[in-house]
């Protein structure tokens, strides 16, 4: 008889991947150095109405340095340091680094035939700079760095000419790091484009970002370049592991009103599922036909061929990589909830949950059922990806950080993934977003900060740069050590 009890535990996996995470347009800077190109990230101006402006008819992918700030250009000089913020990472004991490749420092216009060489030692000497202290490098391929050229003169991903391009870019990375690097993911929070398609698939007002049928054409040419990825990466490493990642949002109905719970349900086949399933399953769900039925999709005019499908259900992703930050609330039967923020969702305010300085909405048992759903569906392997609390900070006169605050959020979403272990859910790793300080995406402010390591810049660019370790890093630092004990 199989003791189904005696299996069941809260220890993570010895192996478990322990590290923390970033994006390199919000934390390299050098926008323009050793033949970079320009991508869709250093052309966002910094503010908190950053994404409303990116995503209106005034925003034109144009830098007007004259007029506005642009901190990404600047981040926080981890390109000249990454030396010093690795060592760091390696005395908080990472066992793994999620970092990402800017394509524009690969292929600076995105539409080149030959890789900027000087753009790859930069990978060379970082990947290089982790393996001397075994922490294993993670790599998302394409974290909202779109070249910026590929958004202006292309239109973005609905131009089908962008699996080409993405595709050389991903086999020269595959095939120059196969062998140092075994975790990699195609596409950031592939997801987002739902609330803006910006970031994710460059498509502004001027080439279509208010159509749908848009939308889901770039997904649909980001699936199919994804596999494509995929399939390489097999080919030259049996060994790698290649996940899609997305954006996950537990959601749950406002009240036990019918209504509200179809509505709830439609919105988790959408957001949380969709990509998701196509990812992972290798065909569209089917909930494909009331979704663009609802979202007035014109399917005459996408672009989807017999040989795509074929391809996508023959390289799924080998695991499904997910940011959580938060939970949602579905609302359609009331008129005037009252709204809650989010990084790119959002919805109705929870009563019986508390918020960050930036109104997210904090849940620890999100992330439980978050896990136990996707487990469930997929029954992949998991890895968290991002997950974290963007907070004010105060720096101390003898130079300390006493972020309380952040270690109690962090321990909560331990303590939840430790439960969902013991349910079963076959996690990988944990990398807290935003380890390091670094620019926010979604308002470019240096003052939202994740990091377990501070770092002295202001959201005017004023500061010495000086990295120093938060309480929360040697508390981390004995979560690793315990491997999740000493929480
Ligand atoms: C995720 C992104 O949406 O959330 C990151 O993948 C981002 O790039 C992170 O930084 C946190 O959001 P924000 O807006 O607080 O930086």
């Not at 000419?161 to 595959?174: C, D, P, W």
């Not at 998701?276 to 065909?283: A, L, N, P």
């Not at 009331?334 to 849940?363: C, E, M, P, Y």
Request: with cysteine; glycine share 8%; aromatic share 14%.
């Amino acid at each position: 008889m199989v003791d189904f009890k005696a299996i069941s535990s809260e220890a993570f996996p010895t192996n478990f991947l322990w590290g923390g995470a970033t994006a390199a347009n919000q934390l390299e800077g050098a926008w323009r150095k050793d033949g970079k190109g320009p991508s869709i990230a250093d052309a966002l101006p910094g503010g908190k109405q950053r994404l409303t402006f990116a995503s209106s008819k005034d925003f034109n992918g144009q830098i007007d340095e004259k007029r506005y700030q642009y901190p990404n250009h600047r981040g926080i000089e981890h390109y000249q340091r990454f030396k010093e913020d690795i060592k760091l990472f390696a005395e908080m004991g990472f066992k793994c680094y999620r970092f990402s490749i800017a394509w524009s420092r690969i292929f600076p216009q995105g539409d080149e035939i030959e890789p900027n060489e000087a753009g790859l030692k930069f990978y060379d000497q970082l990947i290089d700079e982790c393996l001397k202290y075994q922490i294993e490098p993670v790599i998302t391929i394409s974290h909202y760095e779109l070249p910026l050229n590929l958004v202006k003169n292309y239109g973005g991903w609905k131009n089908r000419q962008l699996i080409t391009f993405y595709e050389r870019f991903a086999k020269v990375v595959l095939q120059r790091y196969k062998q140092k690097v075994r975790y990699w993911m195609t596409f950031n929070e592939i997801n987002s484009a739902f609330h803006f398609p910006i970031m994710s698939q460059g498509l502004m007002p001027s080439n279509g970002s208010n159509d749908y049928t848009n939308i889901f054409q770039a997904w649909h040419n980001q699936f199919v370049a994804s596999a494509l990825a995929v399939k390489f990466g097999h080919q030259v490493n049996l060994n790698l592991q290649i996940g899609c990642m997305i954006l996950y949002a537990t959601s749950y109905a406002v009240d036990a009103n019918p209504k509200n719970q179809w509505a709830n349900l439609k919105q988790i086949q959408d957001f949380n599922f969709f990509c998701t399933d196509v990812q992972v399953r290798g065909e569209y769900p089917a909930s494909t036909a009331r979704i663009f039925h609802d979202y007035q999709v014109d399917s005459q005019r996408l672009k989807i061929t017999e040989q795509d499908l074929q391809l996508l259900k023959k390289y799924p992703v080998d695991y499904i990589g997910f940011s959580y930050y938060m939970s949602s609330v579905t609302d359609v039967t009331h008129q005037d909830t009252v709204k809650s923020a989010g990084n790119l969702i959002g919805g109705v305010s929870n009563q019986f949950l508390q918020t960050s300085d930036w109104g997210w909405q904090i849940d620890p048992t999100g992330l439980r059922i978050a896990l136990n759903e996707l487990y469930g569906r997929y029954q992949k392997p998991l890895f968290i990806v991002e997950n974290g609390l963007g907070a004010f900070d105060k720096l101390t006169t003898d130079h300390k950080i006493h972020d309380n605050y952040r270690i109690d959020y962090l321990k909560k979403h331990i303590h939840a993934m430790a439960k969902a272990v013991a349910d079963g859910v076959n996690l990988m790793g944990y990398t807290p977003w935003g380890c390091i300080d670094l620019v926010s995406a979604s308002t470019g402010q240096m003052s939202k900060r994740y990091g377990f390591i501070y770092v002295d810049l202001d959201d005017n660019g004023k500061g010495s740069l000086q990295r120093i370790p938060k309480d929360s890093f040697y508390w981390y630092q004995k979560v690793i050590e315990s491997n999740g004990k000493g929480v």
